[in-house]
C-alpha cells in the first residue's frame, strides 16, 4: 500500500488533534511550572521554620558545648527528640564530631556528616534536601558560635520532606485532570467546526486568488461559495488588485526617481518595476519572529542577528513570501570553516545527508507555494547553499539570487571541506550571488576557479557553469532607522531609559554597551579582557561607568555555546569581584533574548558601544548604534575585523586581540573632546543614513533583474554617486587612487 491509498483522518480531525496537542503541551508545562514553583515555595518555608527552630535552641546549645562530653550529653539527654515534621536534633563539637543524637537522626548520620563538614569548612550555615533510603529530608547544619563570633559547633536540625512530595503530586493529578479535560475539548470543538465547514469552494477560492496574483485567472471568482458576500467581495478585490498593478508598472518608474534617499516607498516601487508582476519570496533558516512567555503572557520578539534585522524591513515594504524553519554541518562545519575563528570545523557524512535533506525541503516547498506562477527567490546564508541549484533544476524561469551573510574564506581554507564541489555548484545555481565585501567576492571566484569547472569572467564578474552564468557582486549589508520602527521616543524613551538604569542598578553611571549574539565569533571574551585592563589602567572610571552586555542566547544546544556563556559569566564575575564596590557593580551580562525597545533604549542611553568581533561579515549591531543616538553624542569602538569597519571608518577602529590598544580606545571613546565626538558620530550617521537596508535590497534585485537581460537603473545617478559607491563597496575612501583589480570596480555597477 502506497502513503496515498493509505487512509487518513479527516482534515477536521487533524486540526482539532494539532491544536489540542499544541494547547495540551502549553497548559500541561505551565501546570508542571506552577507545580514545582508552589513545591519551591513549600521548600522555602520549610528552611525558614528551621532556622527558627535551631535558633530558638543556639543559647542551650550554646551552654552544652561548653561543658566537658559526658556532662554535655546528660544535660542534652531527651532534648534531641523530634516533633510532628520535625524528625529530630543532632549536636557536634567543632572539630565534627557527635556530640549526642535524637533517636530519629542517628538513622542519617552518613548523609548529615557532610553537611557538617561543609558548614565547618565555609564557616556558614549549610541547607539542602537529601533522599536516603527512599526518604526525602531536609538538612539544616546550624552553625553555633560564642560571643566573640567563633564556631562552638554545630546544631542539625532535620525535617521530614515526604509531605511536599505527597502534596505537590496531589497538585499534578489536579491540574492534569484539567488539561486532559481542555484538550479532549478543543479536540472536539475544532474537529467539529472545521467539519462544518464546506472547505472545496473555499480551496478552489484560494486557488483563484493565486492565479489572480500572476495575472492568469478568470475575471469572477469560482461559483458555490457558502457566502455570496464573499463571491461579491472577491471579485472587487480581484478588480482593484489588478488596476492598482497596472497603476503600479506606470508609475514606479517616475516614483523610483523622485528622492536621492532610499525609502520604504521607493523600495515598494523599485521592486514593482523589477519583479515585473513576480512573487517576491525569501528563503532562509531563521524565522523572523520568536515568542516567548514573560510574566505569564506570550511576547513577541525579533531573534538577534543581521539577517532577521535586514530582511524583516524589506519584506515589509516589497510584500510577498518568508519560507524560514527555526541541522550539524551548518553550526560546526560551514560557519567556522568562513570564519577562520579558532574552531576548528567538523565534518560528519550524517550531517551532510541531513544538510542535502533540508535544503530540498526547503526547495520543494518553495517550488510548491509559487506554484506555476512567476516568482524571484532571494535564498539567504549558508544553511541553503544547495537550494538556487535545486530551484533552477526544477524551474529555469525563475529568477533566483542567493545573498551569504557571513564571509567567505580563501580558496585554501575552503578546500578542506569535503563536499566542497557540491556546494559550489549549488550556489552557482543562482543567477546573482551577493556578499557583503569585495573581498569576499573575491575569495568565492577563486574558489571557483580551482576547484570546479567553470569559465570565469573577471571583468564583469561572473562565472558560467554548462552555459548559465551567475554574477557575483557585494551588497553591503545595512539597516532600517530606528524612527521608522515601533520604539519609544522623546519622554516615553526617557522613561524607558529611567526605568531600565532603575532595574538594573545602573544609577547615574555612564554605560558603555554591548549587544551581541553569544558566539565564539563576537569577541567577546577579549572584550572582557580588555574592559578589566582599562578598569587596572584607568582607575578614574571606577565606580562612574557600567559595562552592558546585552547577550542572546544562541546554539545552546551545542556545548560549545554553553560553555561559552559560562566562561563569560565566570569572567564577568571575577571582574565585578575585582574591582566592585559596596554601591557599584562595573559589569551587567543580561543573557536573554531582547525586545527591540529594549535593546534600543540601551544603545541609545550608552556614551559608548563596543563591537569587538573577530572575523565578521558585516555586524549590524555597530549601525543599529548609530542610528540610535539621535542626539549626535557618543562612540563607536569597532574590530578591524567586522565588515562595517569598511563603511563608518570614523569609528575607533581595534585589534580585538590586542588588549592594551582595545583598553586605551575605550578610554578614548569616553575621553574624546565633544566636538570631534560628534563630528565623528555625523559622518558616521550619514553613511548608515544614505546606505540603509532599502538601498541594500534595491542593489540585490535591480542586479536580479539585470542578470537576465533587462537592464534597471535604480536611481538617474551621476557618475560620482557610482564611484563612491563603488569605493565604499571595496572598503576605500572615495576619490584615492587604489591599487586593486579594474574588475572590482566594474563588478559593482549593478549593485546600485
Known amino acids: 500500500m502506497t502513503n496515498a491509498d493509505r487512509p487518513r483522518l479527516p482534515r477536521g480531525t487533524r486540526i482539532g488533534l494539532l491544536i489540542a496537542a499544541v494547547v495540551g503541551l502549553t497548559t500541561g508545562a505551565m501546570a508542571w511550572f506552577q507545580v514545582q514553583r508552589e513545591r519551591r515555595i513549600d521548600e522555602e518555608d520549610l528552611d525558614r521554620r528551621a532556622h527558627a527552630t535551631a535558633h530558638q535552641m543556639s543559647w542551650f546549645a550554646r551552654q552544652t558545648l561548653a561543658l566537658p562530653d559526658s556532662e554535655a550529653a546528660d544535660e542534652i539527654e531527651g532534648r534531641l527528640g523530634g516533633y510532628r515534621r520535625v524528625l529530630g536534633f543532632a549536636l557536634y563539637r567543632a572539630d565534627g564530631r557527635v556530640l549526642a543524637s535524637g533517636a530519629g537522626v542517628s538513622e542519617f548520620d552518613q548523609e548529615i556528616q557532610p553537611q557538617v563538614e561543609r558548614a565547618l569548612k565555609t564557616r556558614s550555615d549549610v541547607s539542602e534536601a537529601v533522599r536516603s533510603r527512599d526518604a526525602l529530608v531536609h538538612v539544616l547544619a546550624y552553625l553555633v558560635k560564642d560571643p566573640k563570633d567563633s564556631v562552638q559547633g554545630v546544631l542539625v536540625v532535620l525535617h521530614d520532606m515526604e509531605f511536599i512530595e505527597q502534596r505537590a503530586m496531589e497538585r499534578l493529578v489536579q491540574f492534569g485532570f484539567w488539561v486532559l479535560l481542555v484538550t479532549l475539548l478543543m479536540v472536539v470543538l475544532v474537529a467539529g467546526s472545521t467539519w462544518l465547514l464546506y472547505e472545496r469552494p473555499l480551496r478552489h477560492l484560494a486557488e483563484w486568488m493565486q492565479r489572480v496574483r500572476t495575472d492568469?485567472?478568470?475575471?469572477?471568482?469560482?461559483?458555490?461559495?457558502?457566502?455570496?458576500?464573499?463571491?461579491?467581495?472577491?471579485?472587487?478585490?480581484?478588480?482593484?488588485?489588478?488596476?492598482?498593478?497596472?497603476?503600479?508598472?506606470?508609475?514606479?518608474?517616475?516614483?523610483?526617481?523622485?528622492?536621492?534617499?532610499?525609502?520604504?516607498?521607493?523600495?515598494?516601487?523599485?521592486a514593482i518595476d523589477c519583479l515585473e508582476g513576480r512573487q517576491l519570496v525569501v528563503v532562509s533558516n531563521r524565522e523572523p519572529y520568536m515568542h516567548q512567555f514573560r510574566?505569564?503572557?506570550?511576547?513577541?520578539?525579533?531573534?538577534?542577528?543581521?539577517?532577521?534585522?535586514?530582511?524583516?524591513?524589506?519584506?515589509?515594504?516589497?510584500?510577498?513570501?518568508?519560507?524560514?524553519?527555526?541541522?550539524g554541518l551548518s553550526n560546526e562545519g560551514l560557519w567556522p570553516l568562513c570564519h577562520l575563528a579558532h574552531e576548528r570545523p567538523v565534518f560528519r557524512e550524517a550531517d551532510w545527508a541531513q544538510y542535502q535533506h533540508v535544503n530540498r525541503r526547503f526547495a520543494d516547498c518553495v517550488l510548491e507555494e509559487i506554484g506555476s506562477g512567476k516568482a524571484a527567490v532571494l535564498v539567504q546564508d549558508y544553511q541553503l547553499a544547495l537550494v538556487p541549484g535545486m530551484l533552477k533544476a526544477a524551474r529555469p524561469d525563475l529568477q533566483v539570487g542567493i545573498f551569504w551573510h557571513i564571509p567567505w574564506p580563501n580558496p585554501e581554507a575552503f578546500r578542506i571541506c569535503p563536499w566542497r564541489a557540491e556546494i559550489l555548484h549549488g550556489m552557482l545555481g543562482a543567477d546573482v550571488i551577493g556578499f557583503h565585501l569585495q573581498q569576499h567576492c573575491n575569495n568565492f571566484l577563486d574558489t571557483v576557479d580551482r576547484m570546479v569547472e567553470a569559465r570565469l569572467d573577471w571583468d564583469h564578474f561572473a562565472a558560467e557553469v554548462k552555459g548559465r552564468c551567475s554574477l557575483v557582486r557585494p551588497f553591503p549589508i545595512s539597516i532600517e532607522g530606528w524612527a521608522e520602527r515601533d520604539v519609544p521616543s522623546g519622554a516615553e524613551l526617557a522613561e524607558q531609559i529611567r526605568q531600565l538604569r532603575e532595574q538594573h542598578k545602573l544609577g547615574d553611571t555612564r554605560v558603555v554597551v554591548g549587544v551581541e549574539r553569544?558566539?565564539?565569533?563576537?569577541?567577546?571574551?577579549?572584550?572582557?579582557?580588555?574592559?578589566?585592563?582599562?578598569?587596572?589602567?584607568?582607575?578614574?572610571?571606577?565606580?562612574?561607568?557600567?559595562?552592558?552586555?546585552?547577550?542572546a542566547p544562541s546554539r545552546t544546544h551545542l556545548r560549545r555555546y554553553r560553555d561559552l556563556v559560562a566562561d563569560l559569566e565566570s569572567a564577568a564575575n571575577e571582574i565585578n569581584w575585582k574591582h566592585q564596590t559596596d554601591s557599584w557593580r562595573p559589569m551587567r551580562m543580561l543573557i536573554t533574548h531582547h525586545n527591540a525597545a529594549a535593546v534600543h533604549a540601551f544603545l541609545a542611553m550608552a556614551d559608548g558601544c563596543?563591537?569587538?568581533?573577530?572575523?565578521?561579515?558585516?555586524?549590524?549591531?555597530?549601525?543599529?548604534?548609530?542610528?540610535?543616538?539621535?542626539?549626535?553624542?557618543?562612540?563607536?569602538?569597532?574590530?578591524?575585523?567586522?565588515?562595517?569597519?569598511?563603511?563608518?571608518?570614523?569609528?575607533?577602529?581595534?585589534?580585538?586581540y590586542d588588549t592594551e590598544q582595545f583598553a586605551d580606545a575605550?578610554?578614548?571613546?569616553?575621553?574624546?573632546?565633544?566636538?570631534?565626538?560628534?563630528?565623528?558620530?555625523?559622518?558616521?550617521?550619514a553613511s548608515v543614513r544614505d546606505h540603509n537596508v532599502y538601498r541594500w535590497a534595491a542593489g540585490l534585485l535591480t542586479s536580479l533583474a539585470n542578470s537576465q537581460g533587462r537592464v534597471v537603473r535604480t536611481a538617474p545617478a551621476t557618475a560620482a554617486d557610482l564611484t563612491v559607491f563603488s569605493a565604499e563597496a571595496q572598503g576605500r575612501e572615495p576619490n584615492k587612487p587604489d591599487s586593486g583589480k579594474t574588475a572590482e570596480a566594474a563588478g559593482v555597477q549593478d549593485g546600485g
Open 518 to 551: 553569544i558566539d565564539y565569533t563576537k569577541g567577546l571574551p577579549e572584550r572582557l579582557r580588555a574592559f578589566d585592563r582599562f578598569l587596572h589602567k584607568y582607575p578614574q572610571y571606577r565606580g562612574k561607568l557600567t559595562f552592558v552586555l546585552l547577550g
Open 295 to 327: 510574566n505569564g503572557a506570550a511576547e513577541m520578539i525579533v531573534p538577534a542577528g543581521g539577517l532577521v534585522t535586514a530582511l524583516d524591513p524589506v519584506l515589509q515594504a516589497c510584500g510577498g513570501l518568508w519560507v524560514a524553519h527555526d541541522y
Open 216 to 270: 492568469d485567472a478568470p475575471e469572477a471568482p469560482p461559483r458555490g461559495l457558502p457566502v455570496a458576500l464573499l463571491a461579491s467581495e472577491s471579485g472587487r478585490l480581484a478588480a482593484s488588485f489588478r488596476a492598482a498593478r497596472s497603476a503600479g508598472w506606470r508609475d514606479s518608474h517616475e516614483t523610483v526617481r523622485e528622492h536621492n534617499l532610499w525609502t520604504r516607498e521607493r523600495l515598494r516601487a523599485h
Open 610 to 656: 563596543v563591537v569587538s568581533s573577530l572575523h565578521d561579515g558585516m555586524n549590524l549591531v555597530a549601525k543599529e548604534y548609530v542610528s540610535a543616538k539621535a542626539d549626535g553624542e557618543g562612540a563607536l569602538v569597532l574590530s578591524e575585523f567586522a565588515g562595517a569597519a569598511r563603511e563608518l571608518t570614523d569609528a575607533l577602529l581595534i585589534n580585538p
Open 666 to 685: 575605550i578610554d578614548y571613546a569616553l575621553s574624546m573632546p565633544p566636538e570631534e565626538r560628534r563630528q565623528r558620530m555625523s559622518g558616521m550617521q
